[in-house]
């Protein structure tokens, strides 16, 4: 069958800006995105660029934006796409630097891991684990070691287009990695340099780096069981641990979440962020959006003020 396949082409040496070309192939129903990328650059045009190896969803070379969606050239249909969408346009990663076609520059991306030092910290090296150790390790995992570095949740995170500086899902899941791993002795530390701006609590949990991860590493669960161990181990000074801590107080002891206290408790103490929620503050009041910070209670709040006092016991 005919089908037409739109590609965002970009030549860095004459283009101001990307623009899109239209190439027809015939493809069946096994043709996957890598498979027709590979038939236009050998039958159709020997100029198109993009990044392939492995074939098999291993390597995530292929990694690029089909249909505005991150996916992995290599394991996408032509057909599903064309059924779902009724039409394929490919494109390179989003929120990364162009260097032509759909080559990206990956530099962003492999500066992030750096920074979480993805590797053992310890003073007597390599100690080999014992069985069941190992085992208790990959049961903890959560499936954060089958991470392939393809770069999609970082390009698909709304954290990131906002502010670049954020370290992104991809090093964070890389952070828990090591947090349960036993032989590292700067578990401590490395929580503690997670808790600063750009950290584990920009995270806005918009959940796509969950949905495009081609190997369910789900970067997001694993930002929160970082933000859980934080506050165990008493980090909870952040104004995003604040925002935790603060919620289950309000809910438990009010059995409702009051919008005008949960800020008060959260920013209580910096006086620089409270004065930055007056305008907010005021656009609520006008707008009926902020009760009265010692309001009286909302219907129904005795059973809900019984649930967390039964998660209590």
Known sequence: MRVKITIQRFNPDKDVKSHPEDYFIEAGRETTVLLALLKIKSEIDGTLTFRSSCRA????????????????????????????????????????????????????????????????????????????????????????????????????????????????????????????????????????????????????????????????VAPMEQIIRLRRKSIESGLGNSIGARHITQFVSIVGENGHLNESRLPLMMLLGNISKLIQMIPLSVKMFFRGKAPMPFGDPQPGHKDVRSIFKGKNK
């Open 57 to 216: 969803a291993i390597c995530g070379s292929c990694l690029i934006q089909i249909n505005g969606i991150q996916k992995l050239a290599c394991q996408t249909s032509v057909f599903e796409e064309l059924d779902h969408h009724g039409k394929l346009v490919i494109g390179p990663m989003a929120n990364m630097p162009v260097i032509k076609d759909m080559v990206i520059k990956m530099d962003p991306f492999w500066d992030k891991i750096k920074k979480v030092r993805p590797y053992v910290v310890s003073q007597k090296g390599s100690e080999a684990v014992p069985s069941e150790g190992l085992k208790t390790i990959q049961k903890d995992l959560h499936n954060a070691d089958a991470c392939i570095m393809c770069g999609a949740c970082l390009s698909a995170c709304n954290s990131f287009e906002a502010s670049p500086q954020f370290l992104g899902p991809a090093a964070l899941a890389k952070a828990y990695r090591f947090q349960v791993d036993p032989r590292d002795e700067s578990r401590a530390q490395r929580l503690d340099d997670l808790q600063g701006d750009d950290g584990i609590w920009d995270c806005v949990r918009c959940v796509y780096c969950v949905q495009v991860c081609p190997k369910d």
